[in-house]
Structure formats: C-alpha cells, structure tokens
C-alpha cells in the first residue's frame, strides 16, 4: 500500500509563497507520472500541476507562471513551489499520480492566503 504525506502548508498573506513537499512510499515512484490537486472548502478537488517521470511539466491555466512542479525520484518526493499566492490559492493541497489515483489520499496540506 503507497502512504503519502504531504507538507510545507501555512498560512501567507496575498504575493507570499509556500513549498509543499509529498512523500511517497511503498511504491515504485519513480515510473509513475505525478500531479498536485487542490481541494477548496466546498469544491471539488481539482489537478492543478503534473510531472511525468521524465520531467515534463503541465499547470493549469490558474496557477501557470506562478506555480513550479518537480521532483526527486532518489527521495520519492515531489515538490510543488507556490509564487505570488492569491487567496483564490487557498485550499487543501494533495499528491498522488495522475492516472489510476493511488487509494487512500494522503491527508493534505492546508495553505492559507490572507491579508
């Protein structure tokens, strides 16, 4: 079974930044492409950056030139670095890979932007 934890959520005002980080075990992680979603109160959970296994980046249109995916396969993490924060940003942020979402999430990281 594939555990994965994230962290590196807070609590920023608007222009801020936060790096989250997601650890994953239990898996060959390094094959698999991976993305962040994000969970606002209310909505449902949407892909917001993907990472194939060889490197390649996707975000969507909300957060493109804000956000920066990546990750590092020796230590089964991915990353997702989070610039000029709005607070239309704050919502609970999960991992897990693209295709066939490993089961159960992770319990999330809650990043907060607020004045």
């Known amino acids: 079974q594939v555990q994965l934890v994230e962290s590196g959520g807070g609590l920023v005002q608007p222009g801020g930044s936060l790096r989250l980080s997601c650890a994953a075990s239990?898996?060959?992680?390094?094959?698999?492409?991976m993305g962040w979603y994000r969970q606002a109160p209310g909505k449902q959970r949407d892909l917001v950056a993907t990472?194939?296994?060889?490197?390649?980046?996707n975000y969507a249109g909300s957060v493109k030139g804000r956000f920066t995916i990546s990750r590092d396969n020796a230590k089964n993490t991915v990353y997702l670095q989070m610039n000029n924060l709005k607070p239309e940003d704050t919502a609970v942020y999960y991992c897990?890979?693209?295709?066939?979402?490993?089961?159960?999430w992770g319990q999330g990281t809650q990043g907060t932007v607020s004045s």
């Open positions: 897990n890979r693209t295709i066939d979402n490993w089961s159960p």
């Open positions: 239990g898996s060959i992680f390094s094959i698999y492409a």
């Open positions: 990472i194939t296994s060889g490197g390649n980046t």
